[in-house]
């Protein structure tokens, strides 16, 4: 009965800045998924620091992050605030058992009697798979079209009831199978208890609906972001939604899992202009490059075929030159011809008379050719000339007696 009274006292004891700091009050996870909480407050608070802390009692709250604390990779804990939207967020990851307990949102006053404004919920951490999960924690959609959220429970939750509520506002709850309004856009809300799916269809979406939800499941608030975009294309508002089920009924994951809402990116088409251009230049640079590469390769491939038939028509006439004296040299040059002189003596009459020689008349004469391959005589110096072996003998005159 203690500790059922101790449950209970934060609900009775009066919680300063109710009216001006808000969130959801109760929520469930599986192990090792991670959440988000959206923490709403008034536009007076726009500049000032918000906090996240643990505890059950105020007093002893532990802080865990600080709008004015830096971020790490390593923390477990994120938070991020959006003045614009009077919104501050919370995501915690790779939540146990140990996390479950009660959180404070906080609002930094920095008054010695003015206690800061603040409002706490309650986090449980299970290792139950049936627990109830959004299978997309964050939607979006065109204006004028429509956009569908699906969250999915296990067996014990499918008699409990079901509520699709505007974050921060308690009396924006609609119970399923009731149609109504969300901001300005019609809502749908059906409970397919057999399947263990609880959808809602917003359409005729406005800028003015964009903001946080929650799927209200046995009183377990479950944080949805809805993100409206301007059409950029000429979709209608029925190609619209298949596209946005298309996302949405992807495969649920193992368990819960939620994340920030993803920043506006405008600049997006700019930036993606941008980044062709460069690609584009860099192309054409590197065309550029292969071009000039190309043209050097075929002028020194040119250059050498030049030089290198300039070459041959050299050897060419070298070896023309060579050729002609080779052909005079195969001549009988008149060096290499050995005349032989014939000379006549006159002899006494008293022996001509006295011995007659019947063959006195005719003079013979021999001519031979010089051998030109007999080895030099010493280094450097001339071949001696040697008689050819073949005679040639003719008849050079007669002399009449």
């Given at each position: 009965m203690a500790a059922a009274l101790l449950l209970l006292l934060p609900l009775l004891s009066p919680l300063p800045g109710a009216d001006t700091v808000s969130t959801l009050r109760e929520t469930i996870v599986q192990r090792g998924a991670s959440v988000t909480i959206p923490c709403h407050y008034e536009k007076k608070y726009k500049r000032h620091v918000k906090y996240w802390c643990s505890g059950y009692h105020w007093d002893n709250c532990k802080f865990l992050k600080r709008t004015d604390s830096p971020i790490t990779d390593s923390d477990k804990v994120s938070i991020s605030d959006d003045p614009s939207q009077g919104v501050f967020t919370v995501s915690m990851w790779r939540l146990e058992t140990g996390d479950s307990g009660w959180y404070w949102c906080a609002v930094e006053i920095k008054g010695y009697e003015t206690p800061d404004d603040r409002v706490y919920l309650y986090l449980t951490v299970t290792e139950d798979a049936g627990v109830p999960y959004v299978v997309n924690p964050t939607v979006t959609g065109q204006i004028g079209g429509e956009v569908s959220v699906q969250c999915r429970y296990g067996n014990p939750y499918r008699s409990r009831q079901k509520q699709w509520c505007r974050s921060g506002d308690w009396s924006s709850c609609q119970t399923a199978g009731s149609p109504g309004t969300a901001g300005h856009g019609s809502v749908l809300i059906t409970d397919h208890t057999a399947e263990g799916l609880f959808s809602v269809t917003v359409s005729g979406l406005r800028p003015e609906d964009q903001g946080w939800y929650w799927c209200d499941i046995s009183d377990q608030q479950l944080p949805v972001y809805l993100k409206v975009t301007e059409?950029?294309?000429?979709?209608?508002?029925?190609?619209?939604?298949?596209?946005?089920?298309?996302?949405?009924?992807?495969?649920?994951?193992?368990?819960?899992?939620?994340?920030?809402?993803?920043?506006?990116?405008?600049?997006?088409?700019?930036?993606?202009?941008?980044?062709?251009?460069?690609?584009?230049?860099?192309?054409?640079?590197?065309?550029?490059?292969?071009?000039?590469?190309?043209?050097?390769?075929?002028?020194?491939?040119?250059?050498?075929?030049?030089?290198?038939?300039?070459?041959?028509?050299?050897?060419?006439?070298?070896?023309?030159?060579?050729?002609?004296?080779?052909?005079?040299?195969?001549?009988?040059?008149?060096?290499?011809?050995?005349?032989?002189?014939?000379?006549?003596?006159?002899?006494?009459?008293?022996?001509?008379?006295?011995?007659p020689d019947p063959d006195s008349g005719v003079t013979y004469s021999s001519l031979c050719f010089l051998d030109n391959t007999a080895a030099p005589s010493r280094p450097g110096g001339v071949g001696r000339a040697k008689l050819s072996d073949t005679a040639v003998y003719s008849a050079v005159a007669h002399r009449p007696r």
């Open positions: 059409a950029k294309t000429t979709a209608t508002p029925a190609t619209t939604s298949q596209q946005t089920s298309s996302a949405v009924h992807t495969a649920p994951p193992t368990g819960q899992s939620s994340s920030l809402p993803p920043e506006d990116k405008d600049n997006g088409d700019e930036g993606g202009e941008k980044h062709n251009a460069n690609s584009g230049q860099i192309l054409l640079r590197l065309l550029i490059a292969c071009g000039l590469v190309l043209l050097l390769g075929a002028a020194v491939i040119v250059a050498w075929k030049m030089w290198r038939r300039k070459k041959e028509r050299r050897r060419n006439e070298e070896d023309a030159e060579q050729g002609q004296i080779n052909s005079m040299d195969s001549t009988l040059p008149v060096s290499d011809v050995l005349y032989a002189a014939v000379s006549f003596q006159k002899k006494a009459l008293q022996q001509e008379e006295a011995a």
